[in-house]
């Protein structure tokens, strides 16, 4: 399986912020936003990667992520250069997902909670078709809402109804078998412009090929696109790692629990960190061994 990380748009939710800068690029906490999805995927155990962002902010990420090689992973680089909907990543990225099956994260989406790891690998064994995730919200109508039967079945899912049939979001996280490429293909944009990502959904769904899992109690999902959501999730990474004394999206941690990576590529992974609160982080997993 391949994954896709979507990091491009304008960010115009997030001005002045992003007038200079990625949306992605900013600041969760202590670590850039694009961590986080970048973090789901390699849980999920997946080690190809395509970070497709705007023409102007891509230098900004090569220089962040470069290959990848220090996590074990590779990591591609594509373009957007226009806003164009969600579902165009599968347009972009076609060559990179080539004959796989594929996963898509939105750059701007943070995801928590114990067992997350084996979730999204049972979702990987579990694919026939697509797999998506809900979530429920205080405000659907901000989202792609699934509606369910009382018994669960998926009746739909619409995208940013004035009128939500249920409290359940769609998340930004999206597994998909390898048809997902010819269904974005043959997409006509909505009404407002864009490929929708809900039309290749329902696509699956229609066709029975489609399950939704709802994220429990016990998991987080956080939408960094406005400026108080980006606050709130800063505050609920700062306070998860002081209270729990472990970091949130630590790729060099993970792709070493993963066995992406050894003792000696943490190690030194480490020293470029410097004397930074991060590397002082990674030691003490370091030292755990």
Same mark, same amino acid.
């Given at each position: 399986?391949?994954?896709?990380?979507?990091?491009?748009?304008?960010?115009?939710?997030?001005?002045?912020?992003?007038?200079?800068?990625?949306?992605?690029?900013?600041?969760?906490?202590?670590?850039?936003?694009?961590?986080?999805?970048?973090?789901?995927?390699?849980? +999920?155990?997946?080690?190809?990667?395509?970070?497709?962002?705007?023409?102007?902010?891509?230098?900004?990420?090569?220089?962040?992520?470069?290959?990848?090689?220090? /996590?074990?992973?590779?990591?591609?680089?594509?373009?957007?250069?226009?806003?164009?909907?969600?579902?165009?990543?599968?347009?972009?990225?076609?060559?990179?997902?080539?004959?796989?099956?594929?996963?898509?994260? /939105?750059?701007?989406?943070?995801?928590?909670?114990?067992?997350?790891?084996?979730?999204?690998?049972? &979702?990987?064994?579990?694919?026939?078709?697509?797999?998506?995730?809900?979530?429920?919200?205080?405000?659907?109508?901000?989202?792609?809402?699934?509606?369910?039967?009382?018994?669960?079945?998926?009746?739909?899912?619409?995208?940013?109804?004035?009128?939500?049939?249920?409290?359940?979001? @769609?998340?930004?996280?999206?597994?998909?078998?390898?048809?997902?490429?010819?269904? +974005?293909?043959?997409?006509?944009?909505?009404?407002?412009?864009?490929?929708?990502?809900?039309?290749?959904?329902?696509?699956?769904?229609?066709?029975? =090929?489609?399950? @939704?899992? /709802?994220?429990?109690?016990?998991? &987080?999902?956080?939408?960094?696109?406005?400026?108080?959501?980006?606050?709130?999730?800063?505050?609920?990474?700062?306070?998860?790692?002081?209270?729990?004394?472990?970091?949130?999206?630590?790729?060099?941690?993970?792709?070493?629990?993963?066995?992406?990576?050894?003792?000696?590529?943490?190690?030194?992974?480490?020293?470029? =960190?410097?004397?930074?609160?991060?590397?002082?982080?990674?030691?003490?997993?370091?030292?755990?061994?």
């Amino acid at each position: 399986m391949k994954g896709i990380v979507l990091a491009g748009g304008a960010g115009t939710r997030l001005h002045p912020l992003t007038r200079a800068l990625s949306k992605q690029l900013l600041p969760v906490y202590d670590k850039p936003m694009i961590y986080y999805p970048l973090s789901v995927l390699m849980l +999920a155990g997946i080690r190809e990667i395509l970070v497709i962002t705007t023409p102007w902010d891509r230098m900004s990420f090569e220089r962040l992520l470069e290959s990848g090689e220090n /996590l074990g992973i590779e990591i591609s680089f594509a373009e957007q250069p226009q806003p164009n909907g969600l579902a165009e990543a599968f347009i972009i990225g076609r060559d990179f997902v080539g004959s796989d099956s594929v996963c898509l994260v /939105l750059g701007d989406n943070i995801f928590y909670g114990a067992g997350l790891s084996l979730l999204l690998r049972q &979702a990987r064994e579990e694919l026939d078709g697509a797999v998506l995730f809900a979530c429920q919200v205080q405000d659907p109508e901000r989202y792609g809402v699934v509606e369910m039967t009382p018994d669960g079945s998926v009746l739909g899912i619409e995208e940013k109804p004035q009128r939500p049939k249920s409290p359940f979001a @769609v998340t930004g996280l999206y597994f998909y078998d390898n048809r997902v490429l010819d269904i +974005a293909a043959g997409l006509r944009p909505s009404a407002r412009g864009e490929l929708e990502i809900t039309d290749v959904n329902n696509t699956y769904l229609r066709e029975g =090929h489609a399950k @939704v899992k /709802l994220l429990g109690r016990g998991y &987080a999902w956080l939408d960094t696109g406005t400026h108080q959501s980006l606050l709130d999730a800063s505050q609920f990474v700062a306070t998860l790692q002081r209270r729990q004394g472990t970091y949130v999206a630590c790729l060099e941690e993970i792709a070493y629990r993963m066995g992406f990576i050894d003792r000696a590529g943490l190690e030194r992974t480490v020293a470029a =960190h410097g004397k930074s609160e991060y590397a002082a982080y990674l030691r003490t997993v370091l030292a755990e061994e």
